[in-house]
């Protein structure tokens, strides 16, 4: 079996790629060992993924959304103690112990701790960067498993996608950052973080969304990924560099999302 990506042998690959990382509450999108080789599954975690989650909208939403990465851990984020004069602090999440604050080695203690502190500042980033290098890499890596994810129980036609020549710019693009300096996507937001949603039947539960995803054709030429991740949703389109047909799609669509579930109720 050749790697997804690089094409290479991949038969004694070790790794199980998390389509979307575990660090964003990923647990079941998942492809199995050999579909991408370890040093493939390597590149990503450490030159997209994890200077992803470093960013720091996602490394706040993580934090405010107590998301745990692979070690059981959220993230610690930086905010400002306001009292006689304002200080920098972090604020982290432990699930014992709840949020708390710590101040840096350099920090006079006295200050903090002796009731001067009457407030704490907390940024609130509500959206990525637009035009992010890494976030748009990142959504190429994910939409090249992502459509093999979606045809897995059609060994037929997984075979067919995995080389097709119509997905190699994306995929030289999403490894190897090759073929073009910037490939583009649309990015904006389709309801608010935490939003709670039930199904129509009276007696459904509710539950958040953490992501979700689907793949839309705009005509013949073109097909995006969308996904849908903490409430804001990127679209980037498989074929070919550009988002303007998506971008007409949403006009003629009234703007709907091609996420939209009619069995699905909002109760934000």
């Known amino acids: ?50 200077p992803l989650l470093e960013q720091p909208y996602f490394t706040h939403l993580r934090n405010r959304s107590r998301i745990e990465n692979k070690k059981r851990n959220v993230p610690t984020v930086d905010v400002m103690a306001v009292g006689l004069r304002p200080m920098k602090a972090e604020l982290s999440f432990d699930k014992k112990e709840g949020f708390s604050t710590t101040i840096p080695d350099d920090t006079d203690a006295n200050d903090f701790f002796a009731g001067s502190v009457r407030k704490l500042i907390i940024p609130v980033l509500d959206s990525p960067n637009e035009n992010n290098l890494i976030l748009s890499k990142f959504l190429a890596k994910i939409a090249i498993e992502a459509i093999i994810y979606r045809v897995l129980d059609d060994q037929i036609l997984v075979g067919e996608l995995w080389n097709h020549p119509g997905l190699d710019g ?17 990015q904006r937001r389709i309801y608010p973080e935490g939003a709670v949603f039930k199904e129509h039947a009276l007696e459904a ?15 013949e030429s073109n097909l995006y990924f969308i996904v849908c991740i903490m409430g804001i949703e990127y679209a980037i389109n498989v074929n070919t560099p550009e988002t303007s047909t998506y971008s007409n799609w949403l006009d003629v669509n009234n703007n709907r999302s091609a996420l939209d579930n009619t069995n699905e109720v909002s109760l934000y």
């Open 1 to 50: 079996m050749n790697c997804l990506f690089c094409k290479q042998k991949s038969d004694k690959s070790q790794s199980i790629e998390h389509i979307i990382p575990e660090s964003l509450g990923n647990k079941n999108h998942i492809l199995l060992k050999c579909f991408v080789c370890d040093k493939c599954n390597q590149y990503f975690a450490i030159k997209v993924e994890k």
């Open 170 to 186: 994306l995929k030289q693009y999403a490894r190897y950052g090759q073929g073009i300096r910037f490939w583009p996507y649309h």
């Open 205 to 219: 539960t509710p539950f958040e969304i953490l992501h979700e995803f689907t793949f839309l054709s705009t005509n």
